[in-house]
Structure formats: C-alpha cells, structure tokens
C-alpha cells in the first residue's frame, strides 16, 4: 500500500485519520511543529495501532524539516506517494488580530508542501494532495444545503486562507496534469474515537461549541454561553453540520482512494447533510454524559451565520462515503474522552 505524508500529523483531525489509514492498511509518516498539538499523541497513536509512528518535529514552512520527513517515508516504505495537508492555525477570531501569522502559516506552509512534493516526486509520476478546506468557504450561504458549487467568499483571514489554499491548488491543476487535488470542505468535526484516547484538546478558552459543552459537563466551566437566540432557525439558535471525526477521517481514506484509483481531482463537502442547533447540541450532551448543561443566553458571536449545513451528495456520489455515525454518537464519543481525560493529553 502507499506512504501518505500527513502535515499537522498530531493534530485533532490527522491523529484519528493517522489511526483510519493504518486501520485501511496504508502507511504513514507524519510531520508537525506541535504548536497546536501535544506530543503524547504520538503515544496513544502507537498504543492504539501497536506501531510506532513514524514522524518527524518540524515546521512545514521549512524546507529541510520537510525533505526529512519525504526521507523519512523513502527510508521506511519506499516514498511518499500522496500528502494530506492539514497544518494550519484555525481559530477565527486569532486571525482577525493576527491575520499576517495566518497567511505565512497557511500560505506559506501550504506552498512549502507542494513544493516539497514537487521536489520528490519523479517528472512522470502524479503529483497527488488532499487539502484541508473548510466549510467557512461558503461564507454567509445563501442556500441551504450547502453545494459545493455555491458562491465562495471569504469573512475573516482564516477563511481566506482556505479560499486561496483551494485557488492556489487550482491554478496548480491548471498549470500542470501531473497535480491531483481533493480540497474537502469539512463541516463542523467533533466527537473522538470511540476507545477515548484521543481526542480534541483546545488550548485555553475553546472556541467551538462541543469542546465547550464537554468541559460544562465535566465541571471545568460553570455554563455554556448561547450566543443568540434570535438566529432564523425553529429555537432561534445557530443550526451547523456537526460531523463525527472518525467518518471524517474515512472520508480522506475514501478520498485518497479516489486520487489513486479515479485518477482525477476533486472538491467536496464533507458532511452529514443534518444541521442541529446549539439547544440540540447541549441537550444531546446532557443525555449522553447524564450531566447537566447549564446555559447562560448571550449576545450573537459577530460573524455567525443562522444556518450552515451540506448537501453531502457528491461525496456519496463521487467517494461512495458517508457519514454513518449521529449525534449521540458524537456526544458519547466526546464525553468518554472528555471524562477519561480531563485535562487533554495533559493528564
Ligand atoms: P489542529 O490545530 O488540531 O491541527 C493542526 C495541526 O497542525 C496542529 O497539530 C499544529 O501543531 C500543526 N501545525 C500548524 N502549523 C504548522 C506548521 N507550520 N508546521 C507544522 N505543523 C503545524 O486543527 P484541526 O482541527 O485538526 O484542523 C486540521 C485542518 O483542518 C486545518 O487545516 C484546519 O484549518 C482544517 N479545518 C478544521 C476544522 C475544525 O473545525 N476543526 C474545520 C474546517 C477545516
Ligand atoms: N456557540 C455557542 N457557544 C459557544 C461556542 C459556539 O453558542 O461557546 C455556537 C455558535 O454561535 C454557532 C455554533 O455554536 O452557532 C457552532 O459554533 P462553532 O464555533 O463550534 O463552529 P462554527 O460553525 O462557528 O465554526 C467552525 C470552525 C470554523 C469553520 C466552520 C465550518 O470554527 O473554522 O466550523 O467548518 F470554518
């Protein structure tokens, strides 16, 4: 099976794709700078899947820490044969107070990668690259669901990043048949793997609203902020796709097969095609943790849309994949790692 480079490696959405490629019988190398991530994941991959992982610290936008991890996969399984590009910095209201940090991040990381795949890749063979795209592409949708030819726009620097991250690519296919692109535009991930041992491990405040609710449940803060209650939607809260992260991550194994198998380029939503509100959402996680959520209604969060959720029927179509797990599903598996590990990889 191929060696697929995975950037952001020991992030929330790469660790539990990391385990859904080893789990398909590919292998892995993965590269990361840890500044959104902790170590021990590397751990927990290796508990999990009996192998140690093969991975490299460093920084995408460096040249040198990249042709390490291509050695790195040359060494171990014969070469890289695709990269899904996951590094990034993700937090919305950040890039609005450092919207420069964001383009040399996000640009310029993602511009490092492709070359570095350019530069190990033999002149006839394809130059194969999943993107991480976003929902935030969309931004303020004008209908609901969400198709993938929808108007794009961008809201703040962070989504910007994700629209010209999907330009550049494109201008890339464009310029030369060897590139081979899936863009994915995620909906809202949440939930963890199902053995809770890995999951989401926000820094600080979280900024989403599953992280949130899980440390309401867990006693690590007093209530959840509603913001608005006044949205367009049948409680008057903010409705999103919330996507279980383990179909997430069978979805970049199905859309890898696609690039090796289809041999064309791609870009999908992936969703569940379900919105839920922020009153569902809470309720769901005081069902699946028997814990209460208090909620406190608080002033909209500027930005927000009322409603966002996909029309997942190209990803059926095109991938043959689909979301297959709801949201009690999500709570459960957020609640399980939530309580087994209350303070993250921390402990
Ligand atoms: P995450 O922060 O958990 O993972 C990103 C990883 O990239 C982190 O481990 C971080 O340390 C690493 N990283 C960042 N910059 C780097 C650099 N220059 N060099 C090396 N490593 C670097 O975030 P995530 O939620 O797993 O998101 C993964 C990708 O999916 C990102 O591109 C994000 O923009 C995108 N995305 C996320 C969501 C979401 O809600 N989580 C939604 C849509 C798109
Ligand atoms: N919300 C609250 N209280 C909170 C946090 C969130 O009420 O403490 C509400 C928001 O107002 C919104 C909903 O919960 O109505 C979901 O908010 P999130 O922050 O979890 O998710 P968003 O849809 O705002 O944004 C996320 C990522 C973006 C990405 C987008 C689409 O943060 O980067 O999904 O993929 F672009």
């Known amino acids: 099976m191929p060696c697929i480079l995975l950037t ?12 859904a490629l080893l789990e398909a019988g ?7 700078n840890f500044c959104n991530s902790s170590p021990r994941v590397l751990e927990r991959l290796a508990e999990l899947s009996g192998r140690v992982p093969s991975f490299v610290e460093g920084d995408v936008r460096d040249a ?20 899904v590009h996951f590094a990034a910095l993700k937090a919305v209201g950040e890039s609005t107070e450092k919207p420069l940090e964001y383009f040399a991040n996000n640009i310029g990381g993602l ?4 070359q570095a ?3 190990h890749t033999a002149a006839d063979q394809p130059l194969r690259m999943v993107f991480s795209s976003s929902a935030t ?3 303020k949708p004008e209908q609901l669901p969400i198709r993938e030819d929808a108007p794009l726009s961008a809201t703040n620097p962070y989504g910007a990043t994700k629209l010209m991250g999907e330009q550049i690519l ?31 491990d926000p820094r600080g405040v ?3 609203l599953m992280p949130y609710v899980a440390q309401v449940a867990v006693g690590q803060r007093e209530r959840l902020n509603v913001f608005g209650q006044d949205y367009d939607t049948p409680d008057g809260t903010g409705v999103r796709d919330y996507i279980h992260i383990c179909d997430l991550a069978d979805g970049h194994v199905a859309a890898l097969r696609h690039l090796f198998e289809q041999g064309r380029s791609l870009t999908v939503n992936l969703g569940t095609g379900r919105g839920y509100s922020v009153l569902e959402v809470a309720r769901a996680y005081e069902k699946a943790s028997g814990r209460e959520v208090p909620l406190h209604f608080a002033p909209r969060r500027p930005g927000d849309v009322d409603a966002c959720y996909a029309d997942p029927t190209l990803a059926a179509q095109a991938l043959g994949w689909r979301a297959r797990r709801d949201i009690d599903d999500m709570c459960a598996d957020s609640w399980r790692w939530q309580s087994q590990n209350p303070r993250g990889f921390n402990g």
Do not use: K, M
């Open 8 to 19: 952001g490696a020991t992030g929330y959405i790469a660790s539990h794709t990391w385990l």
């Open 117 to 119: 795949l350019q530069r």
């Open 64 to 83: 040198q820490s990249l042709d390490r991890a291509f050695a790195l996969g040359q060494q171990r399984w014969g070469g890289v044969q695709a990269v």
């Open 26 to 32: 590919w292998d892995v190398v993965g590269i990361d």
């Open 111 to 114: 511009v490092a990668t492709c």
């Open 206 to 208: 979280p900024n989403n």
């Open 170 to 200: 494109a201008e890339l296919q464009r310029c030369d048949a060897r590139w081979l692109i899936a863009s994915l535009r995620y909906f809202n991930p949440v939930g963890a793997h199902p053995s809770g041992r890995i999951g989401e």
């Open 137 to 139: 592409v969309y931004g």
